[in-house]
């Protein structure tokens, strides 16, 4: 089984598809998700028991888990599960963007503390809708995208939201910060390439970068950077 809704879970299901079935799963929290080939299931689990459950019945020989980096639940609950059950299980994790010259939170709540003791006035904010609540206070304006439109009750004062999905390329970024007059943007550090340009548009026009680093992975997991050796290791897990 393959945990997605990522680049890279997609490059892997379609990597493998043609040799070895594969199961993608997708939480569901996107509508209109961008689908792998292959076979797909989408929702949660139900917890832990849940996820035992359905291993179980579907005689899962191995997991591969490339969700998002900040996914952190179900993470920590397939490596316990696959632990318990004795199930191959591997974490496919997208090198993070180095820090450097941004200023560096550990949570969205610590980033909207930062922006409004730093006096920012507008804001280019990337963190996900999920964490919308945290910037409801102060009096800065926020250009805010997302993929999927957030409720009236989560959203600042002052706002604008854009609806997009990347990737994203730089003279496109570049031109959203400096027509929205951005002095910061806030992000998490989600790593690869698909979203990078707006650190590299922010660093050019001299744009403040919080950037919100990612939980940790649980002790002892198996851990790759990129599709290729996830690829391998289900080769040599399944072969």
Same mark, same amino acid.
């Given at each position: 089984?393959?945990?997605?809704?990522?680049? %890279?879970?997609?490059?892997?299901?379609?990597?493998?598809?043609?040799?070895?079935?594969?199961?993608?799963?997708?939480?569901?929290?996107?509508?209109?998700?961008?689908?792998?080939?292959?076979?797909?299931?989408?929702?949660?689990?139900?917890?832990?028991?849940?996820?035992?459950?359905?291993?179980?019945?579907?005689?899962?020989?191995?997991?591969?888990?490339?969700?998002?980096?900040?996914?952190?639940?179900?993470?920590?609950?397939?490596?316990?599960?696959?632990?318990?059950?004795?199930?191959?299980?591997?974490?496919?994790?997208?090198?993070?963007?180095?820090?450097?010259?941004?200023?560096?939170? %550990?949570?969205?709540?610590?980033?909207?503390?930062?922006?409004?003791?730093?006096?920012?006035?507008?804001?280019?904010?990337?963190?996900?809708?999920?964490?919308?609540?945290?910037?409801?206070?102060?009096?800065?304006?926020?250009?805010?995208?997302?993929?999927?439109?957030? %409720?009236?009750?989560?959203?600042?004062?002052?706002?604008?939201?854009?609806?997009?999905?990347?990737?994203?390329?730089?003279?496109?970024?570049?031109?959203?910060?400096?027509?929205?007059?951005?002095?910061?943007?806030?992000?998490?550090?989600?790593?690869?390439?698909?979203?990078?340009?707006?650190?590299?548009?922010?660093?050019?026009?001299?744009?403040?970068?919080?950037?919100?680093?990612?939980?940790?992975?649980?002790?002892?997991?198996?851990?790759?950077?990129?599709?290729?050796?996830?690829?391998?290791?289900?080769?040599?897990?399944?072969?």
């Amino acid at each position: 089984m393959l945990l997605g809704g990522t680049a %890279e879970a997609r490059a892997l299901a379609a990597a493998l598809h043609t040799e070895i079935p594969v199961i993608s799963s997708l939480a569901g929290r996107v509508p209109d998700p961008a689908l792998p080939v292959g076979a797909v299931r989408i929702g949660g689990f139900g917890g832990p028991a849940g996820l035992r459950r359905w291993l179980a019945d579907h005689r899962i020989e191995a997991v591969v888990d490339a969700t998002h980096p900040f996914a952190a639940t179900i993470t920590a609950t397939a490596a316990a599960v696959c632990a318990q059950m004795g199930v191959a299980h591997l974490v496919l994790a997208r090198p993070a963007w180095p820090v450097e010259g941004a200023l560096p939170v %550990e949570s969205t709540a610590e980033a909207a503390d930062l922006v409004a003791r730093r006096g920012f006035r507008r804001v280019f904010l990337t963190t996900g809708r999920s964490s919308l609540a945290a910037f409801t206070g102060g009096t800065a304006w926020y250009l805010i995208r997302v993929v999927t439109a957030p %409720e009236p009750t989560v959203l600042p004062a002052r706002h604008r939201v854009v609806l997009s999905r990347g990737p994203y390329h730089y003279d496109d970024e570049h031109r959203l910060l400096r027509e929205h007059r951005v002095d910061v943007l806030v992000t998490k550090n989600s790593g690869g390439t698909m979203t990078r340009a707006k650190l590299d548009a922010a660093a050019d026009l001299g744009v403040a970068v919080v950037m919100v680093q990612r939980p940790a992975r649980p002790a002892g997991v198996h851990t790759v950077a990129d599709v290729g050796a996830a690829a391998d290791w289900v080769g040599a897990v399944l072969g």
